[in-house]
């Protein structure tokens, strides 16, 4: 089946395998990048943008080897900056459609600031955050998202730091998109990255990827097969979040603003009382609310977690120069050179 | 103005203006500045500011300057030392009396003499009482109350009243240099359009304190300074951040491109990211990153995306723009990074000028990582300089390196406008649709790849900073290519001195000294040598704007002097680089760091020194 899927040609012509370059992989066997890459071929072979409209952005890190492996324009940059040099490739050309990759310590500790500033304008690219809880290329430290007390090459006596969730640092930054996957759900992730690229703004689609060599893993807790069904929520904007190996269980919110797992049939709940996930609301409480959940306390949600219309800086930065010219009396260069005070000498 | 005493021609007046900040007196100095290049004269201009936008008012640190140079000759200073010293307070004619020639007139506002003010300049008693300042020619006005009592049935309310002070003295210097009032006229007319009420009051003081002047005889005599011979042309006055703006402006244009600025606000650079600002008329497309590393990473994607791209900066944030400045060199992209230098290391003397950036331009990068540096020498060749930086790094596909100071940053002359037909095409190698594109394979005279803007079908490819293989572009670990691409871009630097032009020395070709210089210094070694030449003294100058790689011609130049000297803001970085380059030759030096210009007096001194030397 794989084969045919990857086979099928989109409206432009170009199936998954278009966008597969000819460079040898140099991940690991086993990388959850593999599954990434895969997904991210596949959608877009189900969009519908031409192979030379893409723009493939990365910093520095295991994942962002990723434009190499891409038939598509790419840009291997440097530690942290990616998010900088896709704003800057997104305003040079709106009608580009950018993708940018980064991993957890690219993306949120040496680029964190860029990160954080590319959302907020809200340009219109999708970053993807891989994270894999740990750094990898440089075999084996901890990153901003490693869990507390984890041991690693430079916390032997194990991390004394928090680590950020990667979904309130974007909401903080006022993320319109925020979406979640896992690089073995190949669909689901496909699905996402679609949704993200679909979506004016900053689209962040954060994966929980596996590193099999430095943080084997680390995701296993909702990846397993025997607890998956329970601690995976997918959710879908106007659908009850409801979850489970017998899709009996659902969220509620509690009265004490916090939400509340509950099981369909006991207590006197219904399907009815179950929460309905609005995905397009302005307000972010609850989109805060269901990124931050965690297993074994909670089911982890993924799917699109927050999609809110907007208008892109990018586009806003393209209309504001349309309006200035429209209006402004200097026409040409020649025009400025000669403008204001100026005086001829015979 | 028959009924004045007396008049004496002079060749060239120096003038003054000091104050607070909040007195006026960059406006003040810029008005004068304007009539006097309207009436022809040459101008040269350079204010004096401190960093902090309001320093406690009254202090020596609050003092703002305003220095103005005019010529019945070609003027290539704002002047060392001035004719006239406007004084607004104590503080002003504290930090000031240093830079008053002897016997040269000092005007004060007797108002502003008061215990208060003269404890915050740090006078133990009152100047003006006593013979410190025999030597000068000391004009005492009571400003403050003069103005006060001639807008007193103005129905403005008192700050406002006090607030157009400065045209009073503004009226009185016009009168002492035979200046019509016209131009400020018209000035506060424009400026004020809105409030009929203030333009009456500020034309009203102008006048009065012109009048004043005239009923004081301020001066016993009066100074005349006739026109310069300008060559013909329309002319403006213009600062060395517009013009390096209005340049990176003209090279997009001229490369029929659009132009992206990425910068992060610093001082003295943040005028030009401003000025680009206002531009989006023209189609500029500007980014306010979050720090400077973002301002040159976001030029770098514009500029991988098909946009002439530039980040302007000053020297800290050069610093910090290193690593992705080294992105550039290895992705081969058109990218100009402006660096107005400033004085210091760290923050140093952020309104100060100082040329100590050179070594860390031509470099300070990671790795073997060249990339061409050029410099501006005078506030309206920014605009040149700035074009040309652009022009080499669209042509060579390259970052190009154009440095700046803040003395020609800030500093005005006025300009013969250049047409746009006058100046040259670009040609940036893009790659079109259809060719055989591989992405580092060489154009033959200048070894650039071709640049391949995303959205062109059929030419996608992936560029990045790991080492790539010669011509296909793949990634390469191999170590004869690394041998070869180090070689490869160290060449297409090499190679950008076929596309500039040769030195050409100022005076003869042979001569006993041969002065040499670069970037900013330029106004003050011509001034010294022009002045020595004249004295006929075997004298020449050479003056470098194209750094690295050199013009083709410098060491057949050196080899016609007996006695080099460098001279230079810093301590020797352009004579280490020419030790480095030209092995045996002997280069004497002159070295300062002040945060200030060199003087025309300090230079001749030395300059004298070394010709009398055996």
Same mark, same amino acid.
Not at chain 2, 192 to 205: E, G, I, Q, T
């Given at each position: 089946?794989?084969?045919?899927?990857?086979?099928?040609?989109?409206?432009?012509?170009?199936?998954?395998?278009?966008?597969?370059?000819?460079?040898?992989?140099?991940?690991?066997?086993?990388?959850?990048?593999?599954?990434?890459?895969?997904?991210?071929?596949?959608?877009?072979?189900?969009?519908?943008?031409?192979?030379?409209?893409?723009?493939?952005?990365?910093?520095?890190?295991?994942?962002?080897?990723?434009?190499?492996?891409?038939?598509?324009?790419?840009?291997?940059?440097?530690?942290?900056?990616?998010?900088?040099?896709?704003?800057?490739?997104?305003?040079?050309?709106?009608?580009?459609?950018?993708?940018?990759?980064?991993?957890?310590?690219?993306?949120?500790?040496?680029?964190?600031?860029?990160?954080?500033?590319?959302?907020?304008?809200?340009?219109?690219?999708?970053?993807?955050?891989?994270?894999?809880?740990?750094?990898?290329?440089?075999?084996?430290?901890?990153?901003?998202?490693?869990?507390?007390?984890?041991?690693?090459?430079?916390?032997?006596?194990?991390?004394?730091?928090?680590?950020?969730?990667?979904?309130?640092?974007?909401?903080?930054?006022?993320?319109?998109?925020?979406?979640?996957?896992?690089?073995?759900?190949?669909?689901?992730?496909?699905?996402?990255?679609?949704?993200?690229?679909?979506?004016?703004?900053?689209?962040?689609?954060?994966?929980?990827?596996?590193?099999?060599?430095?943080?084997?893993?680390?995701?296993?807790?909702?990846?397993?097969?025997?607890?998956?069904?329970?601690?995976?929520?997918?959710?879908?904007?106007?659908?009850?979040?409801?979850?489970?190996?017998?899709?009996?269980?659902?969220?509620?919110?509690?009265?004490?603003?916090?939400?509340?797992?509950?099981?369909?049939?006991?207590?006197?709940?219904?399907?009815?009382?179950?929460?309905?996930?609005?995905?397009?609301?302005?307000?972010?409480?609850?989109?805060?609310?269901?990124?931050?959940?965690?297993?074994?306390?909670?089911?982890?949600?993924?799917?699109?977690?927050?999609?809110?219309?907007?208008?892109?800086?990018?586009?806003?930065?393209?209309?504001?120069?349309?309006?200035?010219?429209?209006?402004?009396?200097?026409?040409?260069?020649?025009?400025?050179?000669?403008?204001?005070?100026?005086?001829?000498?015979? | 103005?028959?009924?004045?005493?007396?008049?004496?021609?002079?060749?060239?007046?120096?003038?003054?203006?000091?104050?607070?900040?909040?007195?006026?007196?960059?406006?003040?100095?810029?008005?004068?500045?304007?009539?006097?290049?309207?009436?022809?004269?040459?101008?040269?201009?350079?204010?004096?500011?401190?960093?902090?936008?309001?320093?406690?008012?009254?202090?020596?640190?609050?003092?703002?300057?305003?220095?103005?140079?005019?010529?019945?000759?070609?003027?290539?200073?704002?002047?060392?030392?001035?004719?006239?010293?406007?004084?607004?307070?104590?503080?002003?004619?504290?930090?000031?009396?240093?830079?008053?020639?002897?016997?040269?007139?000092?005007?004060?506002?007797?108002?502003?003499?008061?215990?208060?003010?003269?404890?915050?300049?740090?006078?133990?008693?009152?100047?003006?009482?006593?013979?410190?300042?025999?030597?000068?020619?000391?004009?005492?006005?009571?400003?403050?109350?003069?103005?006060?009592?001639?807008?007193?049935?103005?129905?403005?309310?008192?700050?406002?009243?006090?607030?157009?002070?400065?045209?009073?003295?503004?009226?009185?210097?016009?009168?002492?240099?035979?200046?019509?009032?016209?131009?400020?006229?018209?000035?506060?007319?424009?400026?004020?359009?809105?409030?009929?009420?203030?333009?009456?009051?500020?034309?009203?003081?102008?006048?009065?304190?012109?009048?004043?002047?005239?009923?004081?005889?301020?001066?016993?005599?009066?100074?005349?300074?006739?026109?310069?011979?300008?060559?013909?042309?329309?002319?403006?006055?213009?600062?060395?951040?517009?013009?390096?703006?209005?340049?990176?402006?003209?090279?997009?244009?001229?490369?029929?491109?659009?132009?992206?600025?990425?910068?992060?606000?610093?001082?003295?650079?943040?005028?030009?990211?401003?000025?680009?600002?206002?531009?989006?008329?023209?189609?500029?497309?500007?980014?306010?990153?979050?720090?400077?590393?973002?301002?040159?990473?976001?030029?770098?994607?514009?500029?991988?995306?098909?946009?002439?791209?530039?980040?302007?900066?000053?020297?800290?944030?050069?610093?910090?723009?290193?690593?992705?400045?080294?992105?550039?060199?290895?992705?081969?992209?058109?990218?100009?990074?402006?660096?107005?230098?400033?004085?210091?290391?760290?923050?140093?003397?952020?309104?100060?000028?100082?040329?100590?950036?050179?070594?860390?331009?031509?470099?300070?990068?990671?790795?073997?990582?060249?990339?061409?540096?050029?410099?501006?020498?005078?506030?309206?060749?920014?605009?040149?300089?700035?074009?040309?930086?652009?022009?080499?790094?669209?042509?060579?596909?390259?970052?190009?390196?154009?440095?700046?100071?803040?003395?020609?940053?800030?500093?005005?002359?006025?300009?013969?406008?250049?047409?746009?037909?006058?100046?040259?095409?670009?040609?940036?190698?893009?790659?079109?649709?259809?060719?055989?594109?591989?992405?580092?394979?060489?154009?033959?005279?200048?070894?650039?790849?071709?640049?391949?803007?995303?959205?062109?079908?059929?030419?996608?490819?992936?560029?990045?900073?790991?080492?790539?293989?010669?011509?296909?572009?793949?990634?390469?670990?191999?170590?004869?290519?690394?041998?070869?691409?180090?070689?490869?871009?160290?060449?297409?630097?090499?190679?950008?001195?076929?596309?500039?032009?040769?030195?050409?020395?100022?005076?003869?070709?042979?001569?006993?000294?041969?002065?040499? $210089?670069?970037?900013?210094?330029?106004?003050?070694?011509?001034?010294?040598?022009?002045?020595?030449?004249?004295?006929?003294?075997?004298?020449?100058?050479?003056?470098?704007?194209?750094?690295?790689?050199?013009?083709?011609?410098?060491?057949?130049?050196?080899?016609?002097?007996?006695?080099?000297?460098?001279?230079?803001?810093?301590?020797?970085?352009?004579?280490?680089?020419?030790?480095?380059?030209?092995? $045996?030759?002997?280069?004497?030096?002159?070295?300062?760091?002040?945060?200030?210009?060199?003087?025309?007096?300090?230079?001749?001194?030395?300059?004298?020194?070394?010709?009398?030397?055996?």
């Amino acid at each position: 089946m794989a084969d045919t899927l990857l086979n099928k040609p989109n409206v432009k012509g170009l199936s998954a395998k278009d966008f597969r370059s000819d460079q040898e992989n140099r991940w690991c066997p086993g990388c959850g990048d593999h599954g990434i890459l895969n997904s991210v071929q596949r959608a877009m072979a189900e969009m519908d943008h031409k192979r030379e409209d893409y723009a493939v952005i990365s910093g520095i890190g295991c994942s962002s080897r990723f434009p190499y492996y891409m038939n598509t324009y790419g840009f291997h940059t440097i530690h942290g900056r990616a998010a900088a040099i896709a704003s800057g490739v997104k305003c040079a050309n709106p009608n580009l459609e950018v993708l940018q990759i980064s991993g957890d310590g690219d993306a949120l500790a040496i680029g964190g600031n860029h990160f954080i500033h590319a959302v907020r304008r809200n340009i219109d690219m999708t970053i993807m955050l891989f994270n894999n809880e740990i750094y990898g290329l440089t075999k084996g430290q901890y990153s901003p998202t490693s869990r507390y007390g984890m041991v690693t090459k430079t916390s032997p006596y194990g991390t004394i730091e928090e680590p950020f969730n990667p979904a309130q640092l974007a909401l903080g930054a006022q993320s319109k998109f925020y979406a979640r996957s896992i690089d073995t759900n190949i669909n689901l992730t496909k699905e996402v990255v679609k949704s993200a690229s679909a979506h004016k703004g900053t689209s962040i689609v954060e994966i929980l990827q596996n590193c099999v060599i430095y943080n084997d893993g680390a995701h296993a807790l909702i990846t397993d097969k025997a607890n998956k069904d329970e601690y995976q929520l997918v959710i879908e904007h106007g659908k009850p979040m409801i979850f489970g190996k017998d899709k009996n269980k659902g969220l509620i919110m509690g009265g004490n603003g916090k939400l509340v797992v509950v099981t369909i049939g006991e207590h006197g709940i219904t399907e009815q009382d179950v929460l309905v996930h609005d995905a397009h609301t302005e307000d972010s409480h609850m989109h805060w609310l269901l990124s931050s959940m965690m297993a074994p306390e909670y089911p982890v949600a993924l799917g699109v977690i927050r999609d809110v219309d907007s208008t892109s800086y990018d586009e806003k930065m393209a209309q504001q120069i349309e309006d200035i010219k429209a209006i402004s009396t200097i026409k040409s260069m020649d025009e400025l050179l000669n403008s204001g005070d100026t005086w001829v000498v015979d | 103005m028959s009924q004045k005493t007396k008049i004496i021609e002079r060749e060239d007046v120096v003038i003054r203006f000091s104050g607070d900040s909040g007195d006026g007196m960059q406006l003040t100095g810029t008005q004068f500045s304007d009539t006097s290049a309207l009436f022809g004269n040459d101008v040269a201009t350079f204010p004096d500011y401190p960093a902090e936008i309001r320093a406690p008012q009254g202090t020596v640190g609050g003092v703002s300057g305003f220095q103005l140079h005019f010529g019945h000759q070609e003027v290539f200073t704002p002047g060392d030392y001035a004719d006239v010293l406007v004084a607004m307070n104590p503080a002003a004619l504290k930090s000031n009396l240093k830079w008053v020639k002897p016997s040269g007139t000092i005007i004060v506002n007797e108002d502003s003499f008061t215990e208060k003010n003269l404890e915050k300049a740090g006078y133990d008693s009152d100047p003006l009482l006593e013979d410190k300042l025999a030597d000068y020619n000391l004009i005492k006005a009571k400003v403050t109350s003069l103005t006060r009592e001639c807008l007193k049935d103005s129905g403005l309310d008192q700050k406002s009243i006090l607030r157009s002070k400065n045209m009073f003295t503004l009226g009185m210097v016009y009168w002492m240099f035979d200046r019509p009032l016209k131009h400020s006229e018209e000035f506060i007319e424009k400026k004020f359009k809105k409030h009929p009420l203030v333009v009456d009051a500020n034309k009203k003081v102008l006048k009065a304190g012109f009048n004043f002047a005239k009923t004081i005889e301020a001066l016993p005599y009066n100074y005349s300074v006739a026109p310069a011979n300008i060559r013909k042309g329309r002319y403006r006055n213009i600062t060395g951040n517009k013009a390096t703006a209005w340049g990176l402006m003209a090279a997009a244009d001229k490369a029929k491109l659009e132009l992206f600025c990425g910068s992060y606000p610093i001082t003295p650079a943040t005028d030009i990211f401003q000025e680009l600002a206002i531009h989006k008329g023209l189609g500029v497309k500007t980014f306010q990153a979050e720090d400077e590393i973002a301002g040159i990473c976001t030029a770098i994607g514009a500029s991988f995306a098909g946009d002439f791209a530039v980040t302007t900066t000053s020297g800290p944030g050069l610093a910090l723009k290193t690593e992705a400045a080294g992105l550039a060199v290895m992705t081969e992209l058109p990218l100009v990074i402006v660096n107005v230098q400033r004085g210091g290391p760290s923050t140093g003397l952020p309104t100060k000028t100082e040329q100590a950036d050179l070594l860390q331009a031509i470099h300070g990068r990671s790795g073997e990582c060249p990339m061409p540096v050029i410099a501006a020498s005078t506030p309206s060749d920014c605009f040149h300089f700035a074009f040309e930086a652009g022009r080499i790094a669209l042509e060579h596909m390259t970052p190009v390196i154009l440095l700046t100071d803040g003395f020609i940053a800030n500093g005005t002359e006025p300009w013969r406008i250049p047409s746009m037909s006058d100046l040259p095409e670009i040609i940036p190698p893009i790659a079109k649709e259809g060719e055989d594109f591989l992405p580092y394979a060489r154009e033959d005279d200048r070894l650039s790849r071709r640049w391949a803007i995303p959205g062109t079908k059929g030419l996608e490819h992936r560029i990045g900073g790991l080492e790539k293989m010669d011509g296909d572009g793949t990634v390469s670990y191999v170590p004869e290519n690394h041998q070869l691409m180090s070689d490869i871009r160290k060449k297409r630097v090499e190679l950008v001195a076929n596309n500039i032009p040769e030195l050409k020395v100022k005076g003869n070709d042979e001569a006993d000294v041969l002065v040499v $210089g670069w970037g900013g210094t330029y106004g003050h070694l011509m001034t010294a040598v022009r002045e020595l030449q004249k004295e006929g003294k075997s004298i020449s100058l050479v003056h470098f704007n194209y750094i690295f790689p050199l013009p083709k011609n410098t060491g057949e130049i050196f080899g016609h002097y007996k006695k080099i000297i460098v001279c230079e803001l810093n301590n020797g970085q352009f004579v280490e680089y020419l030790r480095g380059s030209f092995y $045996g030759i002997k280069f004497e030096q002159l070295n300062k760091l002040m945060g200030l210009p060199f003087t025309v007096v300090e230079l001749k001194e030395r300059f004298n020194q070394l010709l009398e030397d055996k």
